[in-house]
Structure formats: C-alpha cells, structure tokens
C-alpha cells in the first residue's frame, strides 16, 4: 500500500542488467521464440494438483510488470476451492448460454466457430486452478484516502502477459475465459467496486488426450504485424 510521504522521486542506479553481445542476444532471442512456440491454450485438463507455491512465483513474476505510475494496478484472485469453482462455473455458464443463445452477434459467433467453443466450460470445475484477474480502477493511500490509477486496460495487460509466460515456463497450461458480463465475479470473490474482473484464467496439466484447434497453430507472419522505419 502506498504512503503519501514515500511519493517523492530518488534514483538508483540501474540494477541486474546482463550486457550481451549481438550474437548472444540473437540467440537467446531466437530460443525464446522457439519456447514460446510450444505454448498453447488448451480447454482439456486433468484435476493433477499444483503446489500453491508455484502460482505464488508466477504471480510475483507477473506483479513485477510495468505500470502506469507504477500503481500496479491488478489484483489475482486464485481458486481452489471445489464449492467456489463450482459456483464460478455454473454463474459462467449462464452468460455464455445467453451469448450462444442470440446475445453475440452473428459475426461474432461465425468468428468462434473454428475454435469450436460452446457454452459448457468443464474446465472451470476440472482444473486445480482459476486465477481472476481484476484491474483496479483506483487504488488507496495508507490512510484511506483515494488515487487515480493510470493506463489501467494497458498495464494489466502487460501484467497478464508475465503471467501466461511464467505459466508456460513453469510447465502450465492456461486458457482464458471472458464471460460477458462479469460483475458476478466481484460478488463471488468479494472484490470491491473499485476493480474490474477483466478475465478468468484456467490453470494445470493438460490431459492426456487434449487438443487445440488446427486454426490455433496459424500466427501471422511478421510483415503483417509489424513495419520497421
């Protein structure tokens, strides 16, 4: 929690930087790629436990992502619990029925088709964990009294992205899931107005027989997602 008194600058010199030289960059660079190639979303888990302790590294690795103001403006809460899993499922499931049932557009359900999602998310109640990541509309002071956070959308973003990697480096899978609306989540985790449940992540072991969609294995080639001037 921040201090008003502690809201004044002081510099530092800049700690833990490891120089490479190109070629060891472009290596390291070109095994990351090939790391992050492996990483998949997947809707088929097992109910294989996950030490509590190895979420706990992964959301500190994503706790230490940039922030706008540096307010981290993101709360994670973690799900183990079988009644509340249960309960996420089932309020879940009620707003997809609704999406699939005409409340998404055609074009938005025609989009989804190749992905071969449905209403039914078992893997909310068969995975070890669910990980609800809320955004932080402001944040208090030591002594109750409000700030404003800034670039909340981006920062927890940012945020998400550590945690799906460290999911993926500490052998994980995960899979997002945004049901529309979400304000039920406040209700069920006790989370205040003050924050934006923003999504839900699936955590654990693939089972044995998963599969993703072929489409999913199709990324953009880089002249289409990026132009160097």
Not at 76 to 85: G, R, T
Request: hydrophobic share 40%; charged share 25%; proline share 8%.
């Amino acid at each position: 929690m921040f201090a008003k008194e502690k809201m004044s600058y002081s510099a530092m010199p800049l700690p833990d930087h490891a120089q490479m030289t190109d070629a060891d960059a472009q290596a390291a660079a070109a095994d990351f790629r090939a790391f992050m190639a492996k990483r998949h979303s997947v809707r088929d888990f097992t109910d294989q436990p996950v030490p509590r302790e190895i979420i706990e590294d992964c959301l500190m690795t994503a706790g230490s992502a940039p922030s706008g103001a540096n307010h981290q403006p993101w709360f994670f809460a973690c799900v183990s619990d079988p009644a509340l899993k249960a309960r996420i499922r089932e309020e879940a499931e009620v707003e997809e029925r609704k999406f699939y049932d005409g409340g998404g557009s055609d074009e938005w359900i025609k989009a989804l088709e190749p992905i071969g999602t449905n209403a039914d998310k078992p893997h909310l109640t068969t995975a070890p964990w669910l990980i609800v990541i809320f955004a932080q509309r402001w944040g208090e002071f030591d002594d109750g009294t409000r700030y404003k956070n800034y670039y909340v959308p981006e920062s927890v973003g940012i945020a998400t992205g550590f945690l799906i990697t460290a999911l993926h480096n500490a052998g994980l899978s995960c899979l997002t899931h945004t049901p529309n609306p979400m304000k039920f989540l406040n209700a069920a985790l006790d989370r205040p107005d003050s924050e934006k449940p923003v999504m839900i992540l699936t955590v654990g072991h693939p089972s044995k027989d998963a599969t993703v969609p072929a489409v999913a294995k199709y990324k953009k080639p880089l002249d289409k997602i990026a132009r160097f001037f």
